[in-house]
């Protein structure tokens, strides 16, 4: 059960020769595979591209009518492993995931199949992500194709930029034998717009050909002596085929080459950006059309030498705008530079940021320096650029020159002081809070433990109101991060990990890992039956029924396969006296070996967007229907705000007492609230004030509701009443 369900948009894959498609990039990558004739398609979700699975997964039947094989896979390296298919057989095929942790972890199966060579066009579509805006370390997919020899586009955030890169990516691989990355920022992913449509291909060669054919070619393994002979094959065959196709196609676009003796060299995914900034300036208009050179590299690597000196041989100065760092790009044009005798001034990473995302702002701020540099912007252009605000902290970072102070405005206030950090958290009545609520109690009774993270939801654990998490090495390496913390000690290391990364990599690395080691950790894998951090993509665990995967597989049952005696099973988290006492037993047990508890109960995301659902169309069809709220009384809470620092529940808050002899603000539930019930939990388990009560919210009320309700609000009346009465005696 994704996030979002794609079944309407779909059906645009069906149109044909002509027509206009509409719609968003991710989409229109998909409709490009269907166009290029694709054989099979793999992957794993992830941000930028996690949509582009859920395409392809609602889109099953369109898939099925080209005969074209759909596979959510296990991991990135299962994704890029699929892809061996298309080195003996004529098969294309594709496989994304996102980038560079995906990358990362799919560079075994990458390197052996680009030492190997394709004889299909194999497609590799990651998504990248720079800036404050990534959830991933600031690293670039650009080092993989540099090592292994991959080529890698980087269109123009556009459609037909877009769909035109799928088509030329499975071209450009059958003509060098070599896969192909296509690199996707997240802008480009979710850019909308239009294309003309060409006809959907059916497969020339189909995986059943291949099975029914099968052929072998020794020299295509990665073995001695073979593999010797590969990185031979490579520079000597595979890149001119490479450099070749790409000047005959003319990947590579020039805009306005002779306007000017100064140029800017950019990747394709960096056009809008500065197409803005030169527009800011006078410097363009907002349909592309450039006063300043521009040779834009949709591919960009390899770099082609014969390219870069046609557009550098009449310039005096280049700028290169190269999103994230090392700059290798940069390093690249001037070692052709050097090697060709060509006398330009290079600029780059001297005028731009060193890292991060290339926003407006930011390309702005640096193009406008370079031009300025060398007198390409007129007077009265610069006049009015004087008054396109910058934020301040984009220019301190470019260390704009004193002699220009106008550019800053002192009294302008920089963002972090007007606005306050809101880290992320865990959504309202998310079933991993009590997990963590559980084990800020037991830290109380038994002091801190070494915790080891891993990626998903849960890693939001480590930001307050918990504090907890020491270390993550990536997704599924929970366990694994917990290894060495194996000693003879008061205390047992922790190792968390969901369900999604247990399954992607956490079984094998790090519980059968510490069941082979004879470990003696406690690790909790947190099973809320979906790939909840990726958009709720179902998994081998899922309870859900999935007409094209099979689901329901327990995890206890696979722990317990790879030989881990200690395990407990928690059907509800929100049950935080459970919980709290299996953890106190997990950390204080004599008993030795590996220990896993599971605790389990669906994403609350997942779950609303079910029942939120239902509730609608029975509320419509006047149905009755309960719904759970919980609240505070204001006159009994104390203001502690304890239930607040145990939970962090989005739907609590705090509001202005009304005892004028209180000061302390007192804690309130908002409308929000779904009900979880774990505040009223926490104010049992962790002994704190009486103030929160249910309550229930009938819709469409019968007979005996209205009863009870009116019975009860005489009772209540009369009791005000006589309260009342007894102030009034009292007075006197």
């Not at 504090?467 to 917990?482: D, E, F, P, S, V």
């Amino acid at each position: 059960m994704a996030e979002r369900s794609f079944v309407q948009e779909v059906q645009k894959l069906r149109q044909g020769q002509g027509e206009v498609f509409s719609g968003e990039g991710i989409l229109a990558v998909t409709k490009a595979l269907l166009e290029s004739g694709v054989s099979y398609v793999a992957g794993y979700q992830g941000a930028p591209i996690s949509h582009l699975m859920d395409v392809l997964a609602d889109a099953q039947d369109i898939l099925s009518d080209y005969g074209i094989r759909f596979e959510n896979s296990a991991s990135e390296a299962t994704a890029a492993a699929t892809l061996a298919a298309s080195v003996n057989y004529p098969l294309r095929g594709a496989v994304t995931f996102k980038a560079t942790v995906g990358t990362n972890v799919a560079s075994d199966a990458l390197a052996n199949l680009a030492s190997g060579g394709v004889l299909g066009g194999a497609l590799i579509i990651v998504g990248e992500d720079y800036g404050e805006g990534s959830s991933i370390m600031q690293e670039r997919s650009h080092a993989f194709a540099m090592k292994s020899q991959m080529w890698l586009l980087d269109p123009r955030p556009n459609l037909p930029s877009i769909v035109q890169a799928v088509k030329d990516g499975f071209d450009l691989s059958e003509a060098s034998n070599t896969p192909v990355m296509l690199q996707m920022r997240i802008r480009s992913c979710h850019v909308h717009g239009q294309f003309v449509c060409s006809d959907n291909l059916h497969p020339k060669f189909t995986v059943k050909d291949a099975l029914e054919n099968p052929t072998r070619d020794v020299s295509r393994i990665v073995l001695p002596p073979a593999s010797f002979l590969h990185e031979k094959e490579k520079i000597e065959a595979r890149w001119p085929a490479a450099v070749k196709f790409i000047q005959e196609r003319q990947l590579n676009e020039f805009f306005a080459e002779e306007a000017d003796d100064v140029g800017i060299v950019l990747q394709g995914g960096c056009y809008n950006t500065l197409i803005r900034a030169l527009n800011q300036i006078g410097l363009a208009d907002v349909f592309g059309n450039s006063k300043i050179p521009l040779y834009v590299m949709n591919v960009a690597y390899p770099l082609i030498d014969d390219e870069f000196e046609r557009f550098c041989r009449n310039k005096k100065s280049i700028l290169v705008l190269e999103e994230g760092q090392p700059n290798f790009v940069e390093q690249n044009i001037a070692n052709i530079l050097r090697q060709r005798n060509i006398d330009v001034a290079l600029h780059g990473k001297d005028i731009l940021p060193m890292a991060g995302e290339y926003n407006t702002a930011t390309v702005l701020a640096g193009v406008r320096s370079f031009l300025e540099r060398y007198s390409k912007i007129e007077p009265q252009v610069k006049a009015a650029a004087k008054q396109i605000r910058i934020p301040t902290i984009m220019v301190t970072e470019l260390e704009v020159d004193s002699a220009e102070p106008e550019y800053v405005n002192a009294a302008e206030p920089t963002l972090n002081e007007t606005v306050h950090a809101r880290p992320p958290g865990f959504c309202t009545g998310c079933p991993e809070r009590p997990i963590f609520t559980a084990m800020k109690l037991i830290e109380r009774e038994l002091g801190e433990h070494h915790i080891s993270a891993d990626i998903g939801c849960h890693l939001f654990s480590i930001l307050p109101p918990f504090n907890l998490g020491n270390t993550t090495m990536g997704y599924g390496l929970g366990g694994a991060g917990a290894a060495a913390l194996n000693a003879k000690a008061g205390k047992r290391a922790i190792a968390v990990m969901g369900d999604g990364g247990f399954w992607h990599n956490g079984l094998t690395s790090g519980i059968a890992n510490s069941v082979f080691n004879r470990s003696d950790n406690l690790t909790i894998v947190v099973d809320n039956s979906y790939t909840s951090a990726t958009g709720g993509q179902d998994i081998l665990s899922s309870t859900a029924l999935n007409p094209t995967r099979s689901t329901g597989h327990e995890i206890e049952k696979a722990v317990k396969g790879v030989g881990v005696n200690w395990v407990k099973t928690i059907k509800r988290t929100y049950d935080l006296k459970t919980m709290t006492n299996t953890l106190r037993e997990a950390l204080t047990t004599q008993e030795k070996g590996p220990k896993v508890l599971i605790a389990q109960s669906e994403c609350m995301l997942n779950k609303q967007r079910r029942e939120k659902k239902k509730v609608r169309s029975d509320v419509a069809a006047g149905k009755r229907v309960v719904r759970e709220r919980f609240g505070i009384d204001p006159d009994t809470c104390t203001g502690d705000h304890s239930c607040i620092r145990l939970s962090g529940c989005p739907s609590l808050s705090i509001k202005p007492n009304q005892d004028p002899l209180r000061t302390d603000p007192v804690a309130t539930v908002m409308d929000s609230c779904v009900g979880c019930g774990l505040c009223g939990e926490i104010s049992h388990a962790a002994v704190l004030c009486p103030s929160f009560f249910k309550a229930q919210i009938i819709t469409n009320p019968n007979g005996w509701d209205k009863l009870r309700h009116r019975v009860r609000g005489w009772f209540i009346g009369y009791l005000q009443r006589r309260d009342a009465r007894r102030r009034e005696q009292l007075s006197f």
